[in-house]
């Protein structure tokens, strides 16, 4: 696609998206990264919000403003070209007001996705074969003739574009369209009311189409209520396809136009519209996926394959047939040499299956060693594991039908029961590696605002401690800017972004750097073209905004894998919560200073200061610097030396599960509990403290040898004990996971290394931690 002169330069392209955990745009951040890499683009993702968004949740999201600061910062810097997925970001916005939102990006070429703009290139889904054939579908196999419908927003272009398809289905076929029969959603799985009222206005409705599967998420929802079964009592079907549609239950049958698609070809495009200023293709093909909710039954899978017979035309059946498997990324170099390598399988399956071939034990032994070479990690990463095992049955049924030999029958049988073991390790093992690999990131993003915390309030190695948490997260590169200092920002507001950030830490493929504080400063409209960034090969970055509340702290960019995609959000909540600190511990420097004026406000207000400063409040526990202080004081004291102590780092089981089922007050019971438990465990006399949100470290000093297992064992029955008694009527329970370190005392000891060796035991157990249902713990 690139000319020799796009070659002198490489393309740098930003792609404007809403937020990452919204899984359309996602899956078109998914595709855009592929589509850059394989055209060599510089990609930059800006995963913002919706612009002038409503939200059902409006207590969690009244920052959510924020974000869309990132879309001011790509309008700043300088890119080739523009991607902006405004039929997501605008969902809530009429034409007017998504032009005028365009225009802030004047100067820079723009391509729209999903909405067409007058004056703008766009590259679209075509909504209308798919959602015409699941109709249909719905109309002339299933014999549907009240068919109701959940439309998206009366401002999204894709929205309306479907409702059209859904009255012209409906004419075409002789049924008039009622418009007591169709709600208007937010494309969001929170419009369960919506649904709702359309059902309760409409008990005939044999069927309802949705405009999208998260929609369907919340019709789902909303049956379960009334005691409607989706499927049998009212058929369903969806439109984009997303993950979630075949794990609703029944499964999802939905239209496919895969959003990872529309993310490669829009990078694609906009690379050739760079070189040529032209679009070649602006559309993006969709089509029915029939399962089980439109009142289908069985495999639907294998129901959609239809390839004939292998003896028939082997070349078309294997190309067909790997076509099927291979859908995702459809035009990108690496699925294409999937397509071969599977379409290589069938002929050898083909040649195997044959009865001259079949006690040929090499040519068997081939076709598993290439199984065996093709199921790697990045196999299962392109590759519906329903799908594959359906096309080995479909393969398996039409390769047998060939015999009429039972015994025949059993020896290719055989073959195939090896194939999908070998599958089934692969996969089994792939899952394995991801879930350890999920729980050690899991632990290093936790660790953020500890690790931070530890050094002064204006001490940068703060910053590069983080940065060297995101190494260990498969970050290839990241830069953290801070903004000093920290920028109020309200909604209301007009974003205004100062002139200069500072790179506080960054690492490009090596260790961290920290840079000193006169070479830090960096134009803000050169964030994206600032030297520290690679240069000797492409990348993509993902721009995160660093806030609490209304305080803007700075961004963090960082070049990670998609699939590592969900820690973004853990690490930016703990980067921000420990900036919040931090910035609260420079604001108490300045304080104090201030407080130097008068001795009597000194006195007065160094006390309190002192106070606040070592207590935690919710617990009464010290917080991390009060645990320190006493901790250096009592091994500084002559007379504990040589004595035998223990450090212990506890850690709150489950509290974010705890939050997020049964709300924040619970939460602070859970922690609360905790500390009371500790406390008990160990007594008035030894230190205990709270130094994180879920985190308690306790130093005690023992008379007696030092029992770890009886310890543990004096710890859960005081736990039990308090579960009896004061958490009785909780749905959860309330559990810490300790680790134990064992230590003589001494003034020169480290307390931040007994932590550590402490902090590693906690980690070991947290393997193997339990549930907080009741059920389980009883």
């Known amino acids: 696609m690139m000319n020799d002169t796009a070659k002198r330069r490489r393309i740098k392209i930003g792609l404007l998206v809403s937020h990452l955990e919204d899984d359309f745009d996602d899956a078109v951040a998914e595709g855009a990264m592929i589509g850059a890499e394989q055209c060599d683009a510089d990609l930059v993702i800006f995963p913002g919000r919706y612009i002038d968004g409503v939200y059902a949740d409006k207590l969690r999201t009244v920052y959510e403003y924020q974000y869309n600061t990132l879309f001011d910062m790509a309008a700043a810097n300088k890119f080739d070209v ?6 997501t970001l605008g969902t809530y916005l009429d034409n007017e007001h998504k032009v005028q939102f365009l225009k802030k990006f004047a100067g820079t070429p723009v391509i729209t996705i999903t909405a067409h703009i007058d004056g703008y290139p766009c590259i679209m889904l075509d909504n209308r074969t798919g959602m015409k054939e699941a109709i249909e579908h719905l109309i002339k196999v299933h014999g549907c003739k009240k068919i109701g419908m959940v439309s998206g927003p009366k401002t999204s272009d894709d929205a309306l574009e479907r409702l059209d398809v859904y009255k012209e289905t409906l ?91 529309l993310g490669y070809h829009a990078v694609q495009e906009a690379v050739n519209y760079v070189i040529n200023k032209a679009i070649n293709n602006d559309k993006i093909s969709s089509e029915m996926v029939r399962r089980n909710s439109c009142g289908c039954q069985g495999n639907s899978k294998l129901k959609t394959i239809s390839f004939g017979r292998i003896s028939d035309d082997p070349e078309a059946f294997a ?101 999908y073991k070998i599958l089934a390790e692969r996969n089994a093992n792939y899952c394995k590696e991801k879930l350890e690999d999920n729980e050690f990131l899991a632990w290093q993003a936790n660790s953020i605002t500890r690790d931070m915390l530890v050094f002064e309030a204006y001490d940068d190695r703060a910053y590069e401690t983080v940065v060297d948490k995101l190494m260990r997260l498969h970050m290839e590169s990241s830069f953290l800017f801070s903004f000093e200092p920290a920028i109020i920002h309200f909604g209301t507001d007009k974003w205004q972004p ?40 492409r990348y993509t970055l993902v721009v995160s905004p660093l806030f609490s509340n209304e305080e803007h702290y700075g961004i963090l960019m960082c070049e990670i894998k998609h699939e590592y995609f969900n820690y973004l959000q853990s690490v930016t909540v703990q980067l921000c919560a420990a900036l919040k600190i931090i910035t609260l511990m420079k604001q108490q420097a300045v304080t104090q200073k201030q407080l130097k004026k008068s001795l009597i406000e000194i006195k007065e207000n160094n006390e309190l200061l002192r106070d606040l400063s070592r207590q935690d409040a919710l617990t009464g526990c010290y917080n991390r610097r009060g645990f320190f202080e006493e901790l250096r004081k009592r091994l500084s004291n002559d007379k504990n030396e040589g004595e035998k102590a223990i450090m212990v780092f506890a850690d709150l089981d ?28 160990f007594g008035n006399s030894e230190i205990v403290g709270r130094i994180g949100g879920d985190e308690f470290v306790v130093c005690a000093f023992l008379d007696n040898a030092i029992d770890i297992p009886s310890m543990r064992n004096h710890i859960e029955a005081v736990t039990r004990e308090y579960n009896i008694k004061y958490a009785a009527d909780k749905p959860y329970i309330i559990h810490t996971s300790v680790g134990v370190y064992p230590f003589v005392c001494s003034a020169t000891l480290e307390i931040g290394e007994l932590l550590s060796h402490a902090d590693i035991l906690l980690y070991e157990e947290k393997k193997h931690k339990r549930s907080i249902l009741k059920s389980d713990y009883e």
């Open 82 to 87: 523009l991607l902006v997925l405004i039929g």
């Open 171 to 261: 004419e075409e076929n002789g049924i008039i369209y009622d418009e007591k029969r169709v709600a208007y959603g937010n494309f969001s799985k929170f419009c369960v009311d919506e649904v709702g009222t359309l059902i309760d206005d409409n008990p005939e409705l044999d069927a309802i189409v949705f405009a999208n599967d998260q929609m369907a998420i919340a019709g789902y929802k909303a049956m379960e209520e009334r005691g409607i079964r989706p499927g049998k009592d009212i058929l369903v079907t969806g439109f984009d396809d997303d993950p979630v549609a075949e794990e609703l239950n029944p499964h999802l049958t939905t239209v496919k136009a895969d959003p990872s698609e």
């Open 319 to 419: 190309r067909r047939m790997s076509q099927f498997l291979f859908n995702k990324y459809s035009a990108s170099e690496t699925t294409a040499k999937m397509r071969e390598v599977y379409v290589k399988i069938i002929y050898a399956l083909d040649d195997y299956a044959r009865e001259e071939n079949l006690d040929n034990e090499v040519k068997k032994d081939k076709v598993l060693e290439m199984i065996s070479t093709l199921a790697s990690e990045e196999f299962f990463r392109f590759v519906s594991v329903d799908e594959l095992y359906a096309s080995v049955e479909y393969i398996q049924q039409k390769l047998i039908s060939r015999f009429d030999n039972m015994e025949k029958h059993l020896k290719l049988n055989q073959t195939f029961i090896q194939i």
């Open 498 to 537: 100062p002139e200069y950030m500072y790179l506080k830490a960054y690492h490009n493929g090596s260790d961290a750097i920290q840079l000193p504080h006169e070479e830090q400063a960096v134009k803000y409209t050169e964030l994206l073209s600032n030297k520290y960034l690679p240069t000797d090969r």
């Open 654 to 681: 489950c509290l974010k599960t705890i939050n997020d089922k049964f709300g924040h007050e619970e939460g602070d019971f859970a922690i609360l509990s905790a500390a009371k438990i500790l406390k008990h465990s």
